[in-house]
């Protein structure tokens, strides 16, 4: 049985089934977000939050499905408990974290799942991932904050969304990876140098964290968002796979 499910998950047919699903039913989540954001949008925007919700969930699900079943990864979360008890997916949360992985994005959306916040993760991203068909989409219906790596342009943008972010009737996770880039050896010498020559701490895990977008988005939180995670995500450095696509 077991020998059975390995060959089924390596099967190119059934790639190719995921793949054809993930983008025909993508487009079609794409094409009913358009037509609830034209419409519902400027009457009721609290009513076409709870829809969206809902519609990214489905969207979002087919790829923590790829995670849980596909890859078989165990997610192990480390925090207080009365933290997780009484905040934990029941609060509006800014959250800070590292950008070791390929996969850091999915690992988000598997952990948003087992707290019931599948359809309401948000983070910072390119401006040109906006235009993507599926995902891209998606965000960009979801009033995800997209930025052009002008800090004078991306600071209004940054203040205009995240207040609108804020009026959320659901709980909502702003994700912000404070390295500004995915850590690699080579970016990591970089780091040291800088750190260096401005006289700062030299990181071993992680870059030089880029302070001024998170600086940015605190006046806008005030009073609104409550709180900041502070979340680092490990992989066991002995497992046999490594976390790339």
């Known amino acids: 049985m077991w020998s059975n499910l390995q060959t089924l998950k390596r099967s190119r047919l059934i790639h190719l089934l995921f793949a054809i699903t993930f983008f025909t039913s993508g487009i079609i989540v794409n094409i009913i977000q358009c ?12 009513i ?24 078989g990864s165990e997610i192990l979360m480390y925090i207080d408990k ?44 390119k401006k040109v991932i906006q235009y993507m068909p599926v995902l891209g989409w998606a965000w960009k ?4 904050v997209f930025l052009e790596r002008s800090f004078d342009k991306d600071k209004e943008v940054i ?3 995240i207040t609108e972010l804020a009026d959320h009737p659901d709980p909502i996770w702003l994700l912000l990876f404070p390295e500004g ?12 140098e800088f750190a260096r020559e401005k006289n700062l701490p030299e990181l071993k895990y992680h870059l030089q964290p880029r302070t001024r ?33």
């Open 35 to 46: 037509i609830f954001y034209l419409t519902i949008r400027p009457i009721n925007k609290r």
């Open 48 to 71: 076409y939050r709870k829809i969206n919700w809902y519609l990214c969930a489905t969207l979002y699900a087919q790829l923590v499905f790829m995670g849980d079943w596909w890859s």
């Open 82 to 125: 009365d933290d997780y008890e009484k905040y934990w997916g029941k609060e509006h949360a800014y959250c800070v974290m590292n950008h070791t992985y390929e996969i850091d994005w999915l690992i988000g959306w598997m952990c948003c799942d087992r707290i019931r916040l599948l359809g309401n993760p948000k983070a910072y991203a």
């Open 141 to 144: 219906f979801s009033e995800f």
């Open 159 to 161: 203040n205009r969304q």
């Open 181 to 192: 880039t995915r850590f690699t050896i080579e970016k990591h010498r970089a780091s040291e």
């Open 213 to 245: 977008g998170f600086i940015a988005s605190l006046p806008s939180m005030k009073g609104k968002v409550p709180a900041v995670y502070d979340i680092l995500l490990a992989f066991k450095e002995d497992a046999r796979d490594k976390p790339t696509m």
